[in-house]
């Protein structure tokens, strides 16, 4: 730290920014989520408690809305249902929705924090630095997504929320966050860390498929899939590429078309610039039935 | 990963690491704390074992009897994590939430830690030798009919030790009981293929429908079919498959149908007999049979619009193969099996069977096949109570306090056994009643094979294997219950036995040939058998032999209304907490009802419209009354529900079962009917009616789903694209 | 109407206003232990709230701030008037001032102390509020210069400081009057240290003004960006109700319009409590009134440029958010602040009302609650509905901890001017005697040139 | 030209000049003796310096990772298994009934683990990863292992039972993270990733001639704090 560099380099404060010519090397990871698979059996859900370490907060305080799910599943209804000259069934079904930190390249919440807790990774991540954290909650207050989470209450100690022996569950690789501090989705950075610590040791970087999230792990039907975007093998890149969604744009040209797209890629709320990493695969309403 | 049992055992050891130590005080300490904390060592380590990395060990989901295998990650002798473990055909490295909870059924803080004795109404701890002997004195002189063993679905070595076990006493009364056995529908697909539960390719169809089969919540094998649906949905050959889903109540895969058709309570039967008409392909015997449904008829009784029934006809009809299934929404009535039989004969008329539905196979062992379980046991072994015709019962993995419909009054009827023990890992409602309560090691920490019911492809037998030492020292392992009883009784046959692990290893040996374990030694063998978890065999197949008959398919006329009690009761099977065996775990307490986000809790689905006729909204606490009993819980109007319908979700309103159980929502076993199905005497849990009245109070449902109500506002967050513009086969 | 009597003598200035540091009435200890009572109040929510975590103060994930923040903004807003009134009427040479700037300036500094405190208690970690700090540090980490929040808070402890500077040094020549004239004590001791051996020579006060004129230019851009940050705290963030250009001067006018508010509270209280009738007359009271109103006006102005460049531009949220505030489950609140902050001030538009004491007083506590309100009604509604509609959530209700804190904060601020009020002069007797003479010599058409020493000098 | 101006203005300046030079000076690499960590009072005085010591002082010279041999393999460097003491000394007669020997085999016996304490002990918030700085300097770079593990843990080979010598505080790790450290260009570890928020540092080519690129240590806060 000193103050020249503070001057000199104040331009990459947030460096990396998408608009940079060459954004991540080598890696920038990212995710999409296929909707028209995705069941909403929870299990994404259950499986980030188990990895991460997330508090069961319990009735009462789930009720006053501090539930701590990082991925909670969203369901949606036809807009028309149950309306006054709507349908009076969803019989065209409901939508699920997995809703976690987007892990933004311009991400809102960075600009905010008054003590950098929460800042850029050069793997184009939005790092959550619990230690730092003051608790001013402005990231949150700034989120569009509303996918942070923070810690009203200190429930590894006075809230008891793990007796004794579910300590023992805990994951040692995450820290166990106490009271006063915000947290969300890290893509299971624990687990991307140690990839690239093997990758690092023998000269290269991290395959495709190598590293999995939680929730990508977990989910029966395949929904989820994770992975390093500058590596044209990896499987989401493939998929970005063929829908169309570019990183860096905040209004894609395939939308601009003419009657529109037959490509079902998106990312929600693109039009505010955070520049999501998470790409949604929409939902397919099917038309012979 | 090479490891052999026995030395394994020592590196389950829980040790303590620097870097891995679990520290509380996450962002507390701020600062180095030099020579505060201890670090244990290894005394002795494998080189495979090194502190801060994982190490993973196969083994055997034992949440619900799916049988999917597992893959524990374990740090420092602590089981962190399951994963699924890819090489099984069932789960393919998947897992659901419901799995993923098992450790916390094994670290629960909830659970029995010593075997316990009845004195008055309080346990007081005994040791496990008093408690052996106590069984021995209590047995003597008692013949095998005054005993009753009841248990849940068993199968593997267990089976087979529980079988030897009552054999030595004669007995022959073992009930196998589960509270959510699809019963009927194995014995219509007894009649209808030949097989209890043959294999369903769901990925090659090209549309499928299910009467209120929810085989991605909570039906059957719903991790393996979620996996077959993702490809289905993918379409085979290009076409994307069409689901529909017909049922009162909108479940899980409801909510992915395309169409989901909302039918009157108990005419599923009418309406697969109308849609066989309108398809107009059937001949001979059935044809006539189903002359009489017309679309205007079989729409009047069913509420299913006409245009409805041809569009479906219409589509099966193009698209073939296709899969029709039937659920516990058909099966759960009077008629059940008729319903069954109806839905079945679909799948004949449309030539499914052979394509679609198949010849599972089975393992080469019989003694090992699981003991399924079902309701129609609960009654015979409840009438025998009733009668007092027992001195002894067990029981093991079955509560049926909790989950015995109310009619039965099986508490009551349980008192009257003489001598009552219970295996159990917690103290549920069941195990309060018993007279000795024996703790169980948790299925992570105990040895066993499993044999799943519904085999996905081939056969395979699962290994249950320790992931890491007993938890608390008092505990014990099932099989090694069973073995020291055993012993009681036949002491030379099973002196040599030193534990159930020995059992098992030597009976596994004694196999090897027939478990593919040919010309390999025996330790090599079972360190490899080990290391998989999964033993693989091809198994024996019996063609599918059922007749596509009609005969004795007579479907009674839908009730017409009662005045008295106007509304159909429909228990629901929440997808993670099932019948409630698990409600203590917090996890799957804390994850949102997928279709309604309500946690913590139940509640009574309303449709929105029947919910205005009474003056019901969110949030009221109503009283809903059966016959047999009333209970009182929240309101929440939900439009995937048959107006004519209510729906309650089974699992939550515990009595006991420890702090993350008792005493949230409500137990509507409780209120159930007795009515049973003509045929199979199957529990016809669809068959309460009831009525709903207001208490007045009313509270704040607590939930996910906010006051925008699940609804998409301005921006677009959930898209939708119409099947026209998109062809998933050619995506990335 | 005068502003001031032209006549009166000097020495009965010193009386008068030495009277107010006379040991105080009954009266004034009772309102005294009221006020520490209100400060326990407060102290006792922080102390639960620290121990328990910020869920006590019933806040949620999608809610994260409440009342605090707006508190906050109110007590930043109040210190405007101080700086107004002193700083910006001293260079307007505006001499009605004169008799009340320094109460006024007071109310800054404390006003500034009370928001201070809000910080602290809204963070969640207030113990690790160091690492806001650009200071160097061990772990070699700078806080980010990005945040609004860190320009916040060195934009806060600036004019906190510097508005400090400014109240004492326009204190010193009066400190020692009050010096000459106390007997031996503490007090003697305290005036003879505070006032730097201030003789009234005529360097002396050649140097004073300077000083004091290089203040007061300083403090005025200070006090415009203070509240022009605030602003961005909010303009700066993409949320709907929030991201609005017009936030900062929004915001300002919004401060001189409490400050001003709570002038008039506080010269209705001291002109009784101290018998000030003949310096904080009616015509200087009829003065403030009238900025008041015009201030009103302008706030009431801003406020309706916000709801249409809402209006009118594309962003369905921030619309959405709007009509929330106006018919959702905050409207009363909202109905509230639009009352008190832009019906209620039209009665000073009559006359009758200007210097109508019991009206007035009435007026201006009415005037504080709609400001309060409006600061509220920034903070919460956004959150109630904001862009996201599955983190809606229309039924947060603060809980008592942040009602204690709020209404405790009010404790601190009264403690503070109380005890300001006894020991240090609330009213700046040698400019009150500069504004009665400049008077008397405009009526006598009197060169004032070469009196000015004397003037000076009469101050002994 | 007035007083009070001119105090003022000298203090501000004197205010600004000092903090800024106190921020632009490096951070203070702590190495008196007030950096030093507390005697641990451990339950067998181990003595480092015989094992590890130079041969002229009577040392044996092992290397460190022969006893702490997870280092090299796992984020903790851990304590040997008890297994592997006992492994050479019950064929070291010479030592056998030392005091400190037999309560080792005490130990032994009871197949009890010794109960070590912790003398490097970094706060929970904070992961330490000595594979890779090991795989770095030692196997990449072909230091002496002794001045690798030097780094942090200070001159072992000299102390009886470990005393940290080093301050191990966040500043002391980030200022030899600053340090270039040349990249090997084939085989190397990849230099992605270099840019660090508060220092700002990208890594640059050291000359243009070779492509040899210099990079600081991996560097943003997710590489420690998880």
Redesign the interface.
Known sequence: ??????L??WS?????HPVDDKP????KWAMSID???C?????C???C???NNLP????E???????M?WM??????D?D??EEGGR??????????P?MCQQCEAA?CE??????AT?????G?N?Q??????????C???C???V???????Y???DNV?????????????????????EKC?FC??RL?AAK?TA??E?R?VHDGEVQT?CQ???????ISFGNLIDPQS?VH??WR?QQVELDKDRQAKDEKEGGT???G?R??E??RPYPSVM?L???????? | MMDSGFDRRDFLKVMGWSGAAVALSGCGNTSIEDGKETVVSYVEAADYVIPGIGVYYNSSCAQCDAGCSINGRVREGRVLKLEGNPASAINRGKMCGLGQAGVQHHYNPDRLREPLLRNGDKGETITWEKAYALIAEKLKGVSGEEIAFLSGGVSGHLKVLLGNYLASFGCKNHFVYEALAPGVVRAANKKAYGAEMPRYNINKAKVVLSFGADFIGAWVSPVHFSQQYAQFRKGVDGQRGVLIQVEPKMTLTGANADRWIPVRPGTEGILALGIINALGTATGDIAAAVKGYDKARVSKETGVPPGQIDKIAAILKLRSPSLVLAGGAAEGYAHGSQNAAAINLLNHVLGNVGKTVEAAAAVPFPQMVPAKGNTAALKSLNDGLAAGKYKVLFNYAANPVFTAPGALKFKDNLSKAGFKVAFAHYLDETALQADLVLPLNSALEDWGTQVPEYMAEGAQINILQPLMENLHPNTRGMGDILLALLKQRRPEEYKNYEDYYAYLRAAMLQNKVALGGNGKDDDSFWNETLTKGIIKLAGTTTALSGKAGVAGLKLPAPTENDEQYPLQLIPSVNISLRDGRHSNQPWLQESPDPLTTIVWDSWVEIHPKKAAELGIVEGDIVEVTSRTGSIKTQAYLFPGIHPDAISIPLGQGHEALGRYAKGYGVNPFQILDAVFDRETGELAMYETRVKVNKTGQRVIVVKDESAAGAKQIREKIAGRVSSDNVDLSKEV | MKDIREDIAWAKINQDVLKSLENPRKLYWVILFVAIAMVGVAVGCEIYQYSTGMGVSNKNNSHVWGLYIATFIFWIGMSHSGTLLSAILHLMHADWRKPIYRFAEAMTTFSLMTAGLFVAVHLGRVWQIYYALPYPNERGLWPNFQSPLLWDAMAIFTYLSSSIVFLYVGMIPDLAICRDRMHEGWRKKLYTLLSLGWEGTDRQWRNFRVTYLTIACFLIPLAVSVHSIVASDFAMSQQPGWHITSFPPYFVAGALYSGCAAIITLFIILRYVFRFEEYMTMGILKKIVRLTFAISMVWTYLNAVEFASVWYSHDQASKDVLIQKAIGTYAPFWWGMMFCGSVVPLTLAFKRFQTNIPVLFAVSLLLNLGMWLERWMIVAPTFAHGIYPWAWDHDQWPSFVQWGMVFGSFGWFTLLFMVFCKVFPSVSMYEVKEMVYHRRQETKKLEATGKFATAGKGAH | MHRFLRISVLLTGLFAAVSISAAESPQPVPMTEDSLGPLVEQPIEFPHNRHAGDADKGGMQINCMYCHTYARRSAVAGIPPLQKCIGCHQSIESVRETPRIKKLFEYWDAKKAVPWKKVHDLPDFVRFNHERHIKRFIEQQNRPFQEVCGYCHGNVKEMTVARRSKALSMGWCASCHQKDHAVMAEGGTPIGGQAYWYTFYKPQAADASTDALKAKGPNDCWQCHK
């Not at chain 1, 990459?12 to 990396?16: A, E, L, S, T």
């Not at chain 1, 909670?72 to 209804?77: A, G």
């Not at chain 1, 954290?133 to 402005?138: A, E, L, M, Q, T």
């Not at chain 1, 929409?282 to 039935?289: K, L």
């Open positions: 730290m000193s103050v020249s560099n503070l000199e380099n990459q404060f947030r460096h990396y991540h090397d080598p890696y909707l028209d698979a069941v909403g059996c929870n299990a859900s259950v499986a408690y188990a990895e069961v907060v319990g009735k305080k789930y009720a006053h809305g501090m539930s799910h909670r599943i969203e369901h949606y209804w807009e249902v149950g009076e069934f969803p019989d065209q079904g409901a939508q699920f929705l809703m809102p600009t905010v924090c008054p003590v950098g800042n850029h990774t050069a793997d991540l790092s630095i619990y230690n730092r954290c003051v608790g001013s909650r402005y949150e207050a700034n569009p997504y509303k942070r989470y923070f810690n009203w209450y200190d590894p100690t006075t793990w007796p004794a022996e579910m300590t023992q569950q805990l994951n040692p690789d995450v820290t166990v966050r106490g009271k006063g501090v915000m890290t950075v624990q860390s610590v690092k040791s000269g970087i939680a792990q977990v989910c029966p039907v395949g929904a499987r493939k998929q063929a037959n490509l079902r998106y929600i709320l039009n505010m949604y929409e939902r397919v309403r099917e038309s012979a039935i």
